[in-house]
C-alpha cells in the first residue's frame, strides 16, 4: 500500500512555498523603488516575513530529510553544498526579513534599492539551492523517490569519478555503479538492447573496477576492525596453505581483487554486446557482494 505522506517528503513539498514567494517579495520592492510607493513596500515586506516563516519550517525538514535518507557515495559534495546553502540562505532570509520589519518601525515604511538588491541576492542563494536540491538530487540522483530506491539507482556523477574519500564513500560508489548497471541489464532484458545501455553499462563497469581496485589495495587500510581473524569455516578467504583464516582486512582485499576482476569482465562483456554473458556476469556478480557482507557485516565474528 503507497504512503500518502512520508516523512523525507514533506521538505521537497514546503520547498514549493518558498520559491513560489519569493517573486513576490522581489517584484514588491522592485515596484516599491520603480513607483515610490508604500503599499508595495508594504507587499514586499509581507512576502519577506511570510517567505522566513515558511523557509524556517522548509529547513527543518530538509535536516530531518538529511538524517533520514541513505545517501550514496559520489553525492557527498552536493549533499554537504546543498544542506550548507540551504542553512545559509535561511539565515540570510531571517535576517534580511526581521530587518525589514525593524526599519518599517522605525525610518519608515518605503523601501529603498538597499533593499531590493538584498531580496535579489537572498533569492539567488535559495534559487541556487532549489536547483541542487531538485535537478541533482532529486531529478538525478533519485533522493527520497522510491522507485529509485531512494538514491540507490543514482549516478555516480561528477563527483564520484576520483578516489574514494574512505571507505563508506567506497562502498557508497560501489552501490551506485553495480546499481545503475543491474538498472541498465534490467531494462534491456524487459525492453530491447541499444547501444546506449551497453555503453553505459561499460562506463559503469569501468568505474566499478576502479573502486574495486581501491577496495583491495586501500580498503584494509580504512575499513574496522582490519586485524580481526575471519573464524567461519566458510570464510571464502580460507587458506589453501594452512587451512588458516583470513583476517577481515585480507578478505576484504581478496573481495575487492574478485570484485575487480569482475568489473573487467562486465566492461568486455558489455562492449562485445553479448547481454545474456552479461546478465549472468551482474548475477555472480551480485552473489560475490552477498557473500562479501555476510562475511563482513552480518555475522557476529569472535576472536
Known sequence: MINVIRLVTVHPFLVHFTIGILPVMVLGYAAAVWLKSERWSFVGDAAAAACAGITLLTMSF????NFYLRWPGGLWFWHYLHMGLGIGSTLALVIFATIRLMT???VGSL???GAL???IFVSI???ATGWIGGEILVYTSGMAVQ???NGAFAPIGMSGTGTPVDFPDAMG?????????TTQVAEMIVQHPSDGAFSAVAKDAQRLEQVANWISTEGPKHAPGVDK??????????SQTDGASMTRGQLIAFMGAQLEDDAQTMAQQARQKDLEQLAKEVGRTSALCVSCHEELRWRKHVK
Request: charged share 15%; hydrophobic share 40%.
Open 62 to 65: 530538509g535536516l530531518i530529510s
Open 104 to 106: 518599517r518601525r522605525r
Open 111 to 113: 523601501t529603498g534599492t
Open 117 to 119: 538588491i538584498a531580496s
Open 125 to 127: 542563494l535559495i534559487a
Open 147 to 149: 522507485a529509485a530506491g
Open 173 to 181: 560508489r560501489t552501490r551506485a555503479a553495480w546499481a545503475s548497471i
Open 229 to 238: 581473524p575471519m573464524n567461519s569455516s566458510s570464510d571464502p578467504g580460507q
